[in-house]
């Protein structure tokens, strides 16, 4: 049953719980009358199982209201004398135990407790004011009736409770649920900026670099390099932004702007990788691409992150490193894997301020998804970033 199929019952299923309840009492008022009883007796009951059907239906909006009601009715019928039975056995009264099972499922569990004492005060009252209009009935007969009345009452006051409780666990639920699709809808965001615009920004700073260094115009120079400036403290806001968003999802990308194509969007594909090499290549930034062996199949969680790596390795060499700059990217091939290398040799010197990024967290996260394994490896010549990633063959 769907949503809104729920959504029309509940309203045929509510006027059900009132309209059979109510059309049996009716019956019996009316058998009873031609029986003998008074007409005041007849009406009284009748107006107690109108306050009864009120207070149910109130109980779901006002639940102290409502259970107020239904409980000023009940007063009324235990202390109406009527002939040969008591009027707290008329149908009308299963609108007590609804009343009293909205109100637990509405209030707080310590306020329920009250109104579960009124209902067993009540049985109490009923039994005692039972035995004193019929004084031959066995105690023994008013005792399992009152314990029995006291059995339903209490069961439905603990089933409203845990249908509370259920209730309140899916909400939790729902609400977790809705919270961590929040946050990795965040984390995409986060990273998806990263990968792409934070390696943009950092392979144009790089070459505006290059370009400043190798023109012989004093004034272009400097323009080039308060543009070079600019482009850092672009990059440290991005960065600070990104800090806002939470840490990187390992959630897969299927595409991205193409570093090495001014088309717009291309689909994420270790053929990207010559034309991504290329575009960060630059005078003073020596990126060259190399690839052995044969190529086999990828999943495209694994084949997206051997392009991150590549990515990542080569924008933190162009940004931490002082020009002239080498970087190598090499593609292993073997039937089981495939081995993703990232080399630098150093630079001419670290460069200083940036702090430490969360781009190495995100490709660690991207890699160990696809069934991977990522290093970071400080040599003698500088930084090994390295990735192992299984083939279809080798999963």
Known sequence: MTAPQRRSAWPA????????PALLTVIIL??????????????????AAVLLHAGAVVAARRPWTGYAIGALAMLVLVLTPFPGWSLTLLPSAVCFPLALWRLTGLVPV????????????????????GWARLPA???WSRLVEGGLL???VGGVWLAALLVRRRREAARRAEGERLAAAIADERAGIRRDLHDVIAHTVTVMVARIEAAAVTTSDAA???????????????????????????PASGRATTVAPGTGSRSGQVPISLDVLPDLVASAASPLHAVTFAEAGERRPLSLSAEVAAVRTVQEGITNALRHLEPPVAVSVDLRW??????????????SALRGG??????????????????????IDDGDDGWVLRARLPTKEGA
Not at 13 to 20: G, L
Request: hydrophobic residues 50%; glycine residues 14%.
């Open 13 to 20: 299923t509510t006027v059900a719980a009132h309209a059979v």
């Open 30 to 47: 009316a058998g009873a009358r031609h029986l003998g009883a008074a007409w005041w007796q007849v009406l009284a009951a009748a107006g």
């Open 110 to 129: 310590r306020s329920s407790v009250p109104a579960l004492a009124v209902a067993a005060l009540g049985i109490v009252l009923t039994e005692l004011v």
């Open 137 to 139: 009935d066995p105690v």
């Open 150 to 152: 006291m059995l339903v």
């Open 220 to 246: 272009t120079r400097r323009e080039l390099g308060d543009i070079a400036e600019t482009g850092r403290d672009a990059h440290q806001g991005l960065r600070a932004m990104l800090a806002t968003l939470g």
């Open 334 to 347: 073997s039937p089981a894997e495939m081995v993703v290398e990232v080399r630098d040799d150093g630079g």
């Open 354 to 375: 940036g702090g430490q990024g969360t781009g190495l967290m995100g490709i660690e996260e991207r890699v160990r998804t696809a069934g991977g394994t990522l290093s």
